[in-house]
């Protein structure tokens, strides 16, 4: 069975403060996704990272995906209080067909003024 | 275009009622996944329809049961409902390319049951 282990599960910070959010499993995964989610609304896709070793950037957002596809994180630069809310990684499991995918447990971020 | 629409937006059951939970999405996805999701757990799936005609099970299927009723329709019945069944429910949709694998999720529906 693939798991995803997410830390922290819970962040409050002040704004322009920088953190980061982590993302480990034991199994390999051939893409990794982040989706963030607001109260009383369902997850949003931010971003999709394929390669081992590939890093993206989102404005004050990089995601990185581990050499080995086993593991990613999430750094933000300058957390805003618009930066508040779930943030979920999601690994692609099982065949790419289904399109089935394991989620972490979720990291709820707090950015106060 | 609305996307993934869910209906409703919350219920509240009595144990041993049941009820379906509707999904519909407007992008001519073939894939569609029902999720449940509690505090602490992340989102955990429940059924998916890999494509039209097909329904498979998820991570926790047990006192569930799904009907793809046409490309754009994945409906979520739960025949007995149970305190341990009180949730969020997801409803996503996914175009099924072999790159994305991004999901477009409904606003959820909020399930309590006493």
């Known amino acids: 069975t693939q798991l995803l282990e997410q830390s922290p599960q819970f962040l409050s910070i002040q704004e322009g403060e920088n953190l980061t959010v982590y993302c480990n499993s034991s199994?390999?995964?051939?893409?990794l996704q982040w989706y963030r989610q607001e109260p009383g609304e369902g997850p949003v896709l931010l971003v999709t990272v394929v390669t081992g070793g590939e890093v993206k950037k989102l404005k004050r957002l990089t995601f990185q995906f581990g050499d080995a596809r086993k593991d990613s994180s999430l750094h933000i630069t300058a957390a805003q209080p618009g930066d508040t809310g779930l943030y979920l990684c999601?690994?692609?499991?099982?065949?790419?067909?289904?399109?089935?995918?394991?989620f972490g447990q979720g990291t709820t971020l707090q950015v106060k003024p | 275009n609305a996307g993934v629409t869910q209906t409703p937006k919350f219920q509240v059951l009595k144990t041993g009622q049941s009820m379906t939970l509707q999904c519909a999405q407007d992008?001519?996805?073939?894939?569609m996944y029902w999720y449940r999701q509690d505090p602490g757990m992340g989102l955990r799936l429940i059924y998916y329809s890999a494509s039209e005609g097909t329904t498979d099970k998820g991570e926790v299927p047990n006192g569930y049961n799904v009907s793809r009723l046409n490309k754009r329709e994945f409906s979520l019945r739960l025949e007995s409902a149970a305190p341990s069944q009180t949730s969020v429910y997801f409803c996503?949709?996914?175009?099924?390319?072999?790159?994305?694998?991004?999901?477009?999720f409904g606003p959820g529906t909020r399930l309590t049951v006493t």
């Open positions: 996503a949709s996914r175009l099924q390319d072999r790159v994305s694998h991004e999901q477009y």
């Open positions: 199994s390999v995964f051939s893409s």
């Open positions: 992008m001519n996805h073939n894939s």
């Open positions: 999601a690994g692609v499991g099982g065949s790419s067909n289904t399109g089935k995918l394991i």
